[in-house]
């Protein structure tokens, strides 16, 4: 913002459109990028059926697993199985959009290793979006069909009493779950240029969060749930939005009004993630750094 404008507390376009046309820039590249790869994926169509199914039968095991423990239990800490069920696919459709659109971020530590981050970085486009895009896994929908699936029969048989409060904050929670997972790639990402050989420590809040999200906070130590809650703030993905969409009671005894803070949560998450990984890119100095 110039001096005059910072002064008198106007807007500034001359700010303004260079951070839009890095924006735009971005998203043009990530759709040029993830384009390439899906045309090269649906060149062999017979193959791209067959991971996604197998995508989505080897996620469909977690709910295989849930399944199992309610054959011996009526509930699971204070939850039947309809209402863990919403909490699956809360999590699985957030999570697997994000891990649609940001999964190869996991591999920029190879990258950093070596080297072939630098090519990256003489094109003229955001290396973010290049990174995102790079090998994008259309196969992965078949997590995203698994969590609808799941999220569907919750919604078909849990006896939800819906007013448009609950059936607004629905899609939100789901946006705003995806978005907070896209940030927590981002920042595992971004980790990665210092400690280079940290995948499965991005792992551990990626598909570890997810797992997590999938059985009810009551079952988890306190400490777990205040760490999900206020350090990476996955509850906000689907413990709280369930609460008030199920009429159950919060984790830490929070106020009714944080269930509809997701999209906060996620916009606090973004920007993070934002700073976090332009400190990481500037501090790459190529191979070995």
Do not use: H
């Not at 309809?82 to 659109?101: I, M, Q, T």
């Not at 990476?232 to 919060?250: H, Q, S």
């Amino acid at each position: 913002m110039t001096e005059a404008a910072g002064r008198a507390g106007t807007f500034d376009p001359v700010v303004w459109e260079p951070r839009r046309g890095r924006v735009v820039a971005g998203l043009r590249t990530y759709g040029l990028v993830a384009g390439a790869w899906i045309r090269s994926t649906m060149a062999y169509r017979t193959s791209f059926v067959l991971t996604a199914f197998g995508n989505f039968a080897m996620t469909a095991l977690d709910f295989v697993a849930i399944l199992l423990m309610f054959s011996r239990v009526d509930a699971l800490g204070g939850w039947s199985l309809p209402e863990v069920a919403f909490l699956y696919g809360l999590s699985g459709v957030s999570f697997g959009l994000a891990d649609l659109a940001f999964g190869s971020m996991e591999r920029l530590g190879q990258r950093v290793r070596d080297g072939t981050l630098d090519t990256l970085l003489v094109r003229p486009a955001p290396v973010l979006a290049q990174v995102a895009g790079d090998r994008f896994g259309l196969r992965r929908l078949g997590r995203v069909v698994q969590g609808l699936m799941v999220l569907g029969y919750a919604l078909v048989v849990v006896d939800i009493d819906w007013t448009p409060a609950k059936a607004l904050l629905l899609p939100v929670a789901l946006l705003s779950g995806a978005g907070i997972f896209c940030a927590v790639f981002v920042a595992a990402g971004a980790f990665q240029f210092v400690a280079q050989d940290a995948s499965e420590v991005a792992n551990a809040f990626t598909y570890g969060g997810t797992t997590m999200l999938q059985y009810p906070p009551a079952v988890f130590a306190l400490d777990l749930v205040r760490g999900a809650t206020f350090v990476v703030p996955l509850a906000f993905v689907n413990w709280l939005p369930a609460g008030y969409v199920l009429d159950r009671p919060y984790p830490l005894d929070l106020p009714g009004w944080v269930a509809f803070t997701p999209p906060l949560a996620a916009a606090a998450c973004c920007a993070l993630a934002g700073l976090a990984w332009r400190a990481g890119l500037r501090s790459y100095r190529s191979t070995g750094s």
